[in-house]
């Protein structure tokens, strides 16, 4: 059984994350942890905007916050996300990784280690290449994987290079991805 979801974006990110989390329907009660390259500025609007348009609670994670069904948790801008081994969030402020922080491989790494094949990573549109390297981990560890077709990105340099590294499970249009997730849960 798949116990959560993890979404990493950066260019485009904003359009490609609400129209997957709108798709989503009511019921589906799995927990989705992202990391989404944004500023200090737009996050709490575009947070506000998701809850009253989506059926969970979106929020901003917090330091030893237990995840909970029925919740999206965005990384705070400047802080990388981490899942600890008790499904539990922790926040740092360590060094940059592929100059970003949040940084999506540091969240879909430590998901990995965590859920192992109870995790479904989902990398979407951006800019540079963080996120490949842990789609990789997720899927070595037996999870399972979505990379947005570069077609359907705004930001093609992300998706084509988790695609490069390692062949993800699912290499979905933006449109299909909310179903794919959906059908990946039910399978299990």
Do not use: C
Request: glycine content about 8%.
């Amino acid at each position: 059984m798949i116990k959560a979801v993890v979404i990493g974006a950066s260019y485009g990110g904003l359009e490609a994350i609400g129209k997957i989390l709108i798709q989503l329907p009511p019921k589906f009660d799995i927990p989705i942890i992202i990391v989404l390259h944004i500023g200090h500025n737009t996050i709490n609007s575009y947070l506000t905007s998701l809850n009253n348009k989506s059926g969970f609670t979106v929020k901003e994670a917090e330091e030893k916050e237990i995840i909970e069904e029925k919740t999206v948790y965005f990384a705070p801008p400047n802080y990388h996300l981490q899942v600890e081994d008790e499904f539990s969030l922790s926040l740092s402020t360590d060094e940059k990784v592929n100059f970003s922080r949040p940084a999506i491989d540091v969240l879909f790494e430590t998901a990995a280690w965590t859920f192992k094949n109870k995790l479904i990573g989902v990398l979407l549109t951006g800019s540079n290449s963080d996120g490949a390297e842990g789609i990789k981990i997720i899927k070595k560890y037996g999870g399972k994987t979505i990379v947005q077709n570069p077609k359907t990105a705004l930001g093609k340099t992300m998706p084509d290079s988790a695609i490069k590294l390692s062949v993800p499970g699912f290499i979905v249009d933006l449109e299909d991805i909310a179903e794919k997730i959906l059908e990946l849960t039910m399978e299990n």
